[in-house]
């Protein structure tokens, strides 16, 4: 079994305050035992980041010291002579192994940034890989992750709230065509519609069913165990009956 979770966040005074709060929250997952936490797409009031490493040295220390892998969210970050949004991963050992870029700008997003190019897995006590916020929207995305051997999703989201009904959707679905769980945070103010989702799969009499858990209002965190393996099976029937049709 396996210790995933999300943090739900919410409006903070300044950076500096969100940080040291968020800080807190991961420290207490950490003594929880949990093995990945992901958070949410720009829940910083400045959310252009020039120096990830600088930016979370604080989340890579717990990061170590609970051999805990953190997600701490998806922000603008300059690539050459244009953005990109990037998700940053830490790993169990305190460092950054890695980046995914968000493959499908949202609306004013596509005038701002250069979109990601290719789906990254990373493995630390799992397989994973990052769905980022409109993402989700698209199939290809979370099936390339699947493809290349993710055993779970996580989504850095920043969904407003009149936009939470179809997210939850979107999110049932992949996880359902994938065969895999989903963990999904998102921010809660008087803008962004919270009800951060993790979202689970289990087969009753041959038919596999989404079972999902909504984060309660405010700042808060989910956490949940899964047995990743379980899916393998269901998983790979899918897939050769996908390959039948082309």
């Given at each position: 079994?396996?210790?995933?979770?999300i943090?739900?966040?919410?409006?903070?005074?300044?950076?500096?305050r969100?940080k040291?709060?968020?800080?807190?929250?991961?420290?207490?997952?950490?003594?929880?035992?949990?093995?990945?936490?992901?958070?949410?797409?720009?829940?910083?009031?400045?959310?252009?980041?020039?120096?990830?490493?600088?930016?979370?040295?604080?989340?890579?220390?717990i990061?170590?010291?609970?051999?805990l892998t953190?997600?701490?969210?998806?922000?603008?970050?300059?690539?050459?002579?244009?953005?990109?949004?990037?998700?940053?991963?830490?790993?169990?050992?305190?460092?950054?192994?890695?980046?995914?870029?968000?493959?499908?700008?949202?609306?004013?997003?596509?005038?701002?940034?250069?979109?990601?190019?290719?789906?990254?897995?990373?493995?630390?006590?799992?397989?994973?890989?990052?769905?980022?916020?409109?993402?989700?929207?698209?199939?290809?995305?979370?099936?390339?992750?699947?493809k290349?051997?993710?055993?779970?999703?996580?989504?850095?989201?920043?969904?407003?709230?009149?936009?939470?009904?179809?997210?939850?959707?979107?999110?049932?679905?992949?996880?359902?065509?994938?065969?895999?769980?989903?963990?999904?945070?998102?921010?809660?103010?008087?803008?962004?519609?919270?009800?951060?989702?993790?979202?689970?799969?289990?087969?009753?009499?041959?038919?596999?069913?989404?079972?999902?858990?909504?984060?309660?209002?405010?700042?808060?965190?989910?956490?949940?165990?899964?047995n990743?393996?379980?899916?393998?099976?269901?998983?790979?029937?899918?897939?050769?009956?996908?390959?039948?049709?082309?």
């Amino acid at each position: 079994m396996i210790k995933l979770g999300i943090i739900q966040t919410t409006s903070y005074s300044n950076d500096e305050r969100a940080k040291n709060i968020v800080s807190r929250l991961l420290e207490l997952l950490g003594k929880k035992e949990t093995d990945v936490v992901c958070l949410p797409e720009q829940w910083l009031r400045q959310n252009v980041i020039s120096n990830f490493d600088s930016e979370f040295a604080r989340f890579k220390s717990i990061a170590k010291n609970y051999s805990l892998t953190i997600i701490p969210g998806a922000f603008y970050e300059k690539k050459s002579n244009r953005y990109v949004i990037s998700a940053p991963v830490i790993g169990p050992t305190g460092e950054i192994i890695g980046k995914q870029e968000k493959i499908h700008p949202f609306d004013y997003e596509k005038r701002k940034i250069k979109h990601g190019t290719k789906t990254v897995v990373f493995k630390t006590k799992c397989r994973f890989g990052l769905v980022i916020c409109y993402d989700m929207v698209f199939a290809d995305v979370a099936k390339s992750l699947v493809k290349k051997g993710a055993d779970v999703l996580f989504s850095p989201s920043r969904i407003v709230r009149r936009g939470v009904q179809p997210w939850h959707l979107y999110v049932q679905v992949r996880s359902l065509e994938n065969r895999v769980p989903i963990l999904a945070a998102n921010i809660e103010n008087r803008r962004f519609g919270g009800k951060s989702i993790v979202t689970d799969l289990y087969e009753k009499d041959g038919v596999m069913i989404p079972k999902i858990e909504s984060a309660p209002k405010g700042q808060c965190f989910a956490i949940g165990s899964f047995n990743l393996a379980k899916y393998k099976k269901s998983r790979n029937i899918r897939y050769l009956d996908a390959q039948k049709f082309s």
